[in-house]
């Protein structure tokens, strides 16, 4: 099914389009997790089991991808593959999401370019790993991620596991209050660091149902407010890295991606990649776990919507 709303080239696979027929809840899933944020094979078997979790939950899952400049909402086993072990796919974000529907290219979404995506097919509901924020070292570099500007703007619920712990967390929190973008933890008061159930910043609010989570949605529809929400749902207990054995890693990682002269979009995937040979791989287990822990809520949340 192929639709042309306001010109936008946007087609939805058999099965979402099944679900939008039936009022079955979707949940919208990133598909930069695939070409950018885990190595093959990880990439795929992650990719098709995160879906999995969301049907199991009663929820019909929507990986989202721009090929050959059409915006696919929900992809086949055989087109995740594809993305999976091509090297020339982008990585789009709001700056050059167009460009690449106008030009034909191919890309996949990051949490901005898949909030974007996901409002036009009606989705309000949406997983991933951990979104973008303030990098150690703004201040010079200015490099702060679309995500923030994004949640400012766009009516989506990101449901992830707080914030990648490269990044500069309490300026990143900061940042999302001056935006005025909900920070929610999720059975919890402390601000989650992707790897690391606590981070040492607090959530600025907490909700312990996925039926609160969908009221303080519906509320600010009602009022008019801007915007998507946070949700941030700490990686389960038995899977974490605490945030003080995460440090050292991380610090080399980034040190390395200075001396290597890494900017830009390049960062995190570097920075992802060296922390996983650091840590011996554990830290790509660990991510594993929480994009699946991530699934199953947004799953939970779409359905009380």
Known sequence: MTEKSSNVPIIFSAEVTSARENGTPIVALESTIITHGMPYPENVSTALEVEEIIRAEGACPATIAVLDGVINVGLERKQIE??????????LSRADLAYALISGKSGSTTVAATMICAAQAGIATFATGGIGGVHRGAEVSFDISADLQELAKTP????????????????????????????VGFQTDAFPAFWSRESGEACPLRLDQPQEIA?????????????????????????EIPRNEMETDILEAIAEANRHHVVGKEVTPFV??????????????????????NARLAAKIAKAL
Not at 156 to 163: E, F, I, P
Not at 221 to 231: A, C, F
Request: no cysteine; aromatic share 2%; charged share 20%.
């Open 215 to 239: 009221a303080l949605y519906q509320m600010r529809q009602s009022l008019g407010l801007e915007g998507g929400m946070i949700i941030a749902n700490p990686v389960p207990q038995a899977d």
């Open 82 to 91: 594809d993305l999976a072990q091509r090297d020339d796919i982008l990585k």
């Open 156 to 183: 989506v619920m990101v449901v992830s596991a707080g914030v990648k712990a490269l990044l500069d967390i309490p300026k990143t929190l900061e940042l999302l209050e001056t935006l005025g973008v909900p920070v």
């Open 272 to 293: 992802l990649s060296r922390i996983k040979d650091l840590t011996n791989g554990e830290s790509l287990v660990t991510n594993i776990a929480l994009v699946k822990n």
